[in-house]
């Protein structure tokens, strides 16, 4: 079992920043692969962006590329958010996650476990 507590998420005004970080604890496989993903209302679940354990390997999607990025300390078992320049249409709960390690790419990677999600909501 793995177990994953976000934390960072918040109200934001448009053009802001918020760092969300992610503690992981549990079995050490499954958390080879570390990432975000986020819900809006009313649309489904999507990645936001993916690192694999060396960090060697990161995937960001389209819809935040270029405003976003995900860190990981290993020490502390720890996987970060950077987001900058926030939009409103960024608003939605975002959701740490945690896998094993995939051959492909990150972009179709798809988590064995999942944080509770915490907030963001960016306002004009």
């Known amino acids: 079992q793995v177990q994953l507590v976000e934390s960072g998420g918040g109200l934001v005004q448009a053009g802001g920043s918020l760092r969300l970080s992610c503690a992981a604890s549990?079995?050490?496989?499954?958390?080879?692969?570390l990432g975000w993903f986020r819900q809006a209302p009313g649309k489904e679940r999507a990645i936001v962006a993916a690192?694999?354990?060396?960090?060697?390997?990161?995937y960001y999607a389209d819809s935040m590329k270029g405003r976003v990025t995900i860190s990981r300390d290993n020490t502390k078992n720890t996987v970060y958010l950077q987001m900058n320049s926030l939009k409103p249409e960024d608003t939605a709960v975002y959701y740490c996650a945690s896998g094993q390690d995939i051959l492909g790419s990150l972009r179709d990677w798809r988590p064995n476990y999942w944080g509770q999600g915490t907030q963001v909501t960016v306002s004009l």
């Open positions: 690192v694999n354990r060396d960090r060697r390997i990161t």
């Open positions: 549990g079995r050490t496989f499954a958390t080879a692969i």
